[in-house]
């Protein structure tokens, strides 16, 4: 009788065998549509990775048009200034992955006369390209048979091993599983189970396509916590008139979304007066509760007037955009 060989790695041949048949035959059914799926242009699979870094899928739809509208190719993102470049950008956050977009655009034309390099060592001296987002274009875009591992990828390879791989461990599993004949569609069937259905809590093993080769079945905790938010109350003026808006520029070296415009901080303000309105945001680990003062701004330092028809074209922060929306500036 033929058994299956356990080999050095995580996986034993027949697992490797069935995990990638069935992935991909759920991925050609159940495959979300994505706008970046609609060809394998790798300008377009470029632009989605670094979007889809530490964004919702429905927040990068959004601005992954836009950002083509503005931008169609290499050389038109190349071409174009810094500002305009990050106030397309702007609402996603990480105005660093912007920055970095357009450096690397620059070298793209400069040093490659347009072409993206097609294996993953000559992406990853791109600026902005780590080990995951030059895998993911040379596996999407030209079919290089490599593997790529991000937090999903990581969770659907401890759940199926049922062993709690870490570092190297990881990418040299995710190696061993990729199918090599179609590794794009491979490792973006990966993501697409960690994100829909092998999820961190409550996974859908009912309706998992790998269920049958999975060694936890969901069972292996995760192990990862969320961290505590911190709460923070902090308060804007807002002062619009005659068609311009009073902002203010982030310092350039700020560690943070640097260079970027926002409104005034109001100073003196707790607990004094009813504030126009309040809504919340959250950065990383702090829960903000944001009071929108509207009035006349004490016009502080570093401060613009500028005209509402141009904050489309202005890298504005997150939250200055969420607030201009809320009060119907924007
Ligand atoms: N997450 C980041 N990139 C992805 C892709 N191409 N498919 C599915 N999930 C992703």
Redesign the pocket.
């Known amino acids: 009788m033929k058994k299956a060989q356990p080999i050095s790695g995580s996986f034993s041949n027949s697992q490797q065998q069935r995990l990638r048949r069935s992935l991909l035959a759920w991925y050609d059914h159940h495959a979300?549509d994505?706008p970046?799926?609609a060809n394998r242009d790798p300008y377009r699979?470029w632009l989605?990775?670094i979007m889809?870094?530490q964004t919702r899928?429905a927040a990068v739809i959004e601005h992954y048009h836009e950002f083509l509208r503005r931008f169609p190719t290499v050389e038109r993102l190349a071409a174009a200034s810094e500002s305009r470049v990050l106030a397309a950008f702007s609402g996603l956050g990480y105005y660093r992955r912007a920055r970095m977009l357009h450096a690397a655009a620059k070298v793209i034309v400069r040093e490659h006369g347009g072409e993206f390099p097609e294996k993953h060592e000559g992406l990853r001296e791109l600026p902005g390209i780590g080990r995951y987002t030059a895998a993911?274009i040379a596996s999407?875009a030209f079919d290089e048979p490599v593997a790529?591992v991000?937090g999903?990828v990581e969770r659907v390879l401890q759940r199926v091993s049922g062993k709690r791989l870490t570092g190297e461990e990881l990418w040299r599993a995710a190696n061993e599983l990729l199918d090599a004949k179609r590794p794009g569609d491979f490792?973006?069937a990966m993501?697409?189970l960690?994100?829909t259905v092998c999820t961190p809590r409550a996974p859908a093993c009912l309706t998992c396509p790998v269920v049958e080769v999975c060694a936890t079945r969901g069972e292996l905790a995760v192990t990862a916590q969320p961290l505590p938010q911190k709460k923070r109350e902090i308060h804007y003026e807002l002062d619009c008139r005659e068609g311009k808006v009073f902002l203010v520029q982030r310092a350039q070296d700020a560690s943070l979304m640097a260079g970027m415009w926002e409104l005034p901080e109001k100073v003196g303000a707790n607990g004094v007066g009813t504030p126009s309105y309040t809504l919340r945001h959250s950065i990383t680990v702090t829960d903000y509760t944001v009071k929108v003062w509207r009035g006349s701004t004490a016009s502080p330092p570093g401060g613009k007037w500028i005209p509402v028809g141009r904050l489309t074209q202005t890298p504005l922060t997150g939250l200055a955009r969420k607030i201009l929306r809320k009060a119907d500036v924007l």
């Open positions: 979300r994505l970046w799926r699979v989605s990775e889809l870094q899928v993911a999407i790529v991000d999903n490792n973006q993501m697409e960690g994100a």
